[in-house]
């Protein structure tokens, strides 16, 4: 099946800080999207984004499907932003929606 | 009200029990999908259904099953619930476009 990579697993900054959350994929996908699950648990749809740029607010993203990889960029940290972020692919052979392990975000006030 | 809902959003079992999670949705989607979270291990993925004749295994499918009783509900059963089974249980939907939306999470603890 489809690999799903994240790195790093965890990463501590101070609040104002900037990020890059990456995410190797190691197949074809005909979508890929970025969620946050706060510190209560619950899953938040980031961005939906199969290929290019897209922005809201302080968050950012790029996914290069040729290359198998998408970014997700966080800049001026606020401890809101802590919690685990996770990527999903749709894989192009079934449908498939595979997540990765997560990166794991605390952000420190 | 929520448009992906679960139920229990808690529940404590004993090992050799059946159980079953329930997920209903009011986003009139098609795809409905059941997810489990481990500590460590992100959420895979146990069954999806793109319609209701249509049930798919995910990555870790066996010790469970599903029924997709209508468009809007599809349940997750247990047959003889294993300690190994206690997780994070997602339920989650999505139009044809694939775009997830998911429930609040039933926290599952088997005994």
């Known amino acids: 099946g489809i690999q799903v990579e994240q790195s790093p697993p965890d990463l501590i900054l101070q609040e104002g800080a900037n990020s890059t959350l990456r995410c190797n994929f190691s197949?074809?996908?005909?979508?890929l999207q970025w969620f946050h699950q706060n510190p209560w648990g619950q899953l938040i749809n980031l961005f939906y984004?199969?290929?290019g740029t897209k922005q809201n607010g302080r968050l950012s993203a790029t996914t290069v499907a040729t290359e198998r990889y998408s970014l997700l960029y966080i800049s001026s940290s606020q401890t809101t932003d802590s919690g685990v972020y996770f990527c999903?692919?749709?894989?192009?052979?079934?449908?498939?929606?595979?997540f990765g392990k997560g990166t794991r975000l605390h952000i420190l006030p | 009200d929520a448009d992906v809902t679960q139920t229990p959003r808690n529940r404590i079992t004993k090992t050799g029990k059946r159980i079953m999670l329930e997920c209903s949705q009011t986003?009139?989607?098609?795809?409905m999908y059941w997810y489990r979270q481990d500590p460590g291990l992100g959420l895979r993925l146990i069954y999806y259904?793109?319609?209701?004749?249509?049930?798919n295994k995910g990555e870790i499918s066996d010790g469970y099953s599903v029924s997709r009783q209508a468009q809007a509900k599809f349940s997750l059963s247990l047959e003889s619930a294993i300690p190994n089974q206690t997780a994070l249980y997602f339920c989650?939907?999505?139009?044809?476009?694939?775009?997830?939306?998911f429930g609040s999470g039933t926290q599952l603890s088997v005994l």
């Open positions: 989650a939907t999505s139009g044809t476009g694939g775009k997830l939306f």
């Open positions: 197949d074809s996908v005909n979508n």
């Open positions: 984004i199969p290929s």
């Open positions: 999903a692919v749709t894989w192009n052979r079934d449908d498939k929606i595979i």
């Open positions: 986003k009139g989607h098609d795809r």
């Open positions: 259904s793109f319609d209701v004749k249509d049930i």
